[in-house]
């Protein structure tokens, strides 16, 4: 009996294939057109039919951190597809009403925005130990985790942080989101973003127009006047008024 040639996918297969082919342009495309529903309020109506419940909002910032998540264990699963992956969750970084999910939001939803910027901290601290131990080359040797990290830093987490950083700034969230574990975890992020632009290697020469962006935005997103730690003491959203040096450092 002939064969076509071609080989049947693997249901496992073919439901990477529907999510990235078809469920991520639906995600992208209703999302951009409907982000301002997302972002309105009943004091502060900005689109034309309507506003989102808090409901809402709270399950786009769930998808958002789910997506997230998936992209940062599984970023190689969609190939030529991460791009599209990467687009998605831009859109749905410009979407989330973080002031109202903090405010009213669940524990859950919460506790996921904060691991979101814990994870991203580890990654960029994880990246910046393996260029400084010299781990990051362009041989075939170079080991699978390394180039892992390597990769999801540059094709996803960058452009991610960068539009949420973005997007906090432009509605001023950061008064509401980067406060306590967060605000933490987005020093630990811009000392290392500090530390990967004063580097000396291939990978920090590519990246530098990338890594200046993000850190420029996470400094306009911050609620704290961090290039003068002295005058800490005179602002209440301070993670150095709100946490002691033992509990900043877990």
């Known amino acids: 009996m002939a064969t076509s040639g071609k080989t049947d996918k693997s249901p496992h297969e073919q439901e990477i294939k529907f999510f990235a082919k078809v469920l991520l342009p639906l995600i992208d495309q209703y999302f951009k057109n409907h982000s301002l529903y997302f972002l309105s309020s ?10 989102a419940s808090n409901k809402e909002k709270e399950m786009v910032t769930s998808l958002f951190c789910k997506l997230a998540a998936l992209v940062r264990h599984r970023i190689s699963l969609f190939g030529s597809d991460s791009a599209t992956m990467v687009s998605c969750l831009h859109i749905l970084a410009h979407t989330l009403d973080t002031r109202t999910v903090m405010k009213s939001g669940s524990e859950l939803v919460k506790a996921g925005l904060r691991t979101f910027f814990e994870n991203a901290a580890e990654d960029l601290e994880k990246t910046l130990e393996n260029l400084k131990l010299g781990k990051f080359t362009h041989s075939r040797s170079q080991m699978k985790g390394v180039s892992q990290n390597i990769n999801y830093t540059t094709v996803a987490l960058l452009p ?5 950083f973005q997007h906090i700034t432009q509605h001023h969230f950061g008064v509401d989101l980067l406060l306590d574990d967060v605000q933490a975890s987005c020093y630990r992020i811009l000392t290392s973003l500090y530390s990967l632009g004063t580097g000396k290697n291939i990978y920090v020469e590519r990246q530098l127009p990338a890594l200046g962006e993000c850190l420029a935005t996470l400094a306009g997103a911050m609620p704290v006047a961090f290039l003068e730690p002295h005058l800490n003491i005179h602002n209440p959203c301070s993670v150095f008024n709100t946490k002691t040096p033992r509990e900043r450092a877990s």
């Open 160 to 164: 991610i942080l960068t539009a949420l």
């Open 42 to 51: 009943p004091s502060k109506n900005l689109s034309s039919s309507g506003y």
